[in-house]
């Protein structure tokens, strides 16, 4: 039987890998935006609304996913630690 702790550790890591790849997508998105906006004078104004509905979606997005993802290892360590408490052969 795997020991819960690593469960969580590595539940943790992963989590934490996952949001740092949405962090990096939204800013490398953004800096796409912003070197469209300055090379495409004609739709800069264009390119910069659509960067900020972009960075704000972005964010949006990235603050539920790690609601969610935080409540979930919530779950899993709690539901490690009742396995822990829980008396042997019961």
Known sequence: MSDPVDE?????????????????????????????AALISGAR??????????????LVAYLVLRRNLMARVKRHEEAAVGVESSPPGG
Not at 15 to 36: D, K, M, N, P, Q
């Open 8 to 36: 969580n550790v590595l539940l943790r890591r992963q989590v934490e890998a996952t949001l740092r790849f949405v962090l990096t997508s939204t800013i490398v998105g953004i800096v796409i935006i912003a070197i469209l």
């Open 45 to 58: 104004g264009v390119l910069i609304l659509v960067g900020v509905v972009y960075l704000l979606t972005s």
